[in-house]
């Protein structure tokens, strides 16, 4: 089509943007020839998607879906114009909703945010190409449960003698932290059995994948950097209970999702006694939510990057020829590097 083109983002500080704020950036093209566009659109689309299959006792195969829509804006950059031979480029601006899902994909599920610049030439065939750059979003979430929360743990061994009980208190200080935040678990161990007894505190991972018909498909994956283990608790202790703080860490990438029909993505803190054989272990999951509340960060930054006002302009910024869209990179960067300082861009 004789066309290429980058996208080039504002450059954030974490590298994401956050919902409620944003998408700024830059539309760079080039065309090696004088073309007539019937229109240059440009426009920010997130979407989400899951599906899984299962097969039952007699192999029929059955395959479950769902998808949604969080954001569709288009705008034009040009309309049934001449553009001629060389580089333009033209800045864009679009906020993100306030509620909507954080970026993320695996086998099962896609929550995608991207830039799309859509050239439409004025011909019979309209013939067309579209660019695309994708958009790295975090999405707001919100409190699950009080803090702090309290919680219990009991179980009773087969005994044909005396009691037979472990009884777990436990307190988590916060149930809402950061990505990367430590959670803090309080415990008090009584162990009035025969055997000895340690308890474990771990996160999980818990995703559970929703249907347009709202069957379900749960997945579960216990994070193993996250594992606490305490000292052995020893037998008959009842009077000497354990105390113990455990501090269970989270990792930078866990996010809860929310906001979203397809996924619910939840973190729990699960207690275990680890009993021995032949007793069944004891475990309780408390859910937990990882991320940032909007108030954290305060008010969505506006009224920086590209004006409205200039939305429509096209710069010509020279009509000579690259042989390939690396050397006309590399032969433009000086030209609007002052531009890209005033706007931060990366």
């Not at 309209?126 to 994708?134: L, N, P, R, V």
Request: aromatic share 10%; with cysteine.
């Amino acid at each position: 089509m004789g066309v290429t083109c980058l996208i080039l983002l504002q450059k954030t500080k974490e590298g994401v943007f956050r919902a409620g704020q944003p998408v700024v950036g830059i539309v760079k093209y080039k065309v090696d020839k004088p073309t007539k566009f019937a229109s240059i659109d440009i426009r920010l689309r997130g979407k989400g998607k899951c599906s899984w299959s299962e097969t039952d006792m007699d192999d029929n195969r059955t395959t479950y879906s769902n998808k949604e829509e969080y954001v569709n804006i288009c705008k034009n950059l040009l309309i049934g114009q001449n553009v001629v031979t060389g580089t333009h480029e033209c800045p864009f601006e679009f906020f993100l909703p306030a509620n909507i899902p954080t970026s993320m994909k695996n086998s099962t599920c896609t929550i995608e945010y991207k830039v799309f610049v859509t050239f439409v030439k004025d011909n019979f065939f309209g013939t067309k190409c579209t660019y695309e750059a994708e958009v790295l979003v975090y999405g707001y979430v919100e409190p699950c449960s009080p803090e702090p929360l309290i919680f219990g743990l009991q179980k009773n061994l087969f005994s044909l003698g005396a009691n037979s009980n472990i009884d777990i208190k436990a307190e988590i200080e916060k149930t809402f932290v950061t990505p990367g935040e430590n959670i803090k678990v309080n415990l008090l161990i009584y162990n009035d059995t025969d055997v000895l007894i340690t308890v474990k505190t771990e996160i999980v991972k818990h995703f559970t994948y929703v249907s347009s018909g709202k069957s379900t498909n749960i997945e579960k994956e216990v994070l193993k950097p996250t594992a606490v283990y305490s000292p052995n608790v020893k037998e008959r202790s009842v009077f000497n209970a354990l105390k113990l703080g455990c501090i269970i860490p989270t990792l930078p990438n866990l996010y809860s999702i929310q906001h979203t029909k397809i996924l619910i993505g939840e973190y729990k803190v699960r207690v275990t006694a680890k009993i021995p054989f032949p007793h069944t272990n004891a475990v309780v999951e408390i859910p937990v939510v990882i991320g940032e509340r909007r108030e954290q960060l305060g008010a969505a930054v506006v009224g920086y990057g590209a004006s409205s006002s200039r939305m429509n302009e096209i710069e010509d910024i020279g009509e000579e020829k690259a042989e390939t869209a690396e050397d006309y990179f590399q032969k433009y960067d000086n030209r609007i590097k002052e531009y890209k300082e005033k706007m931060q861009f990366s």
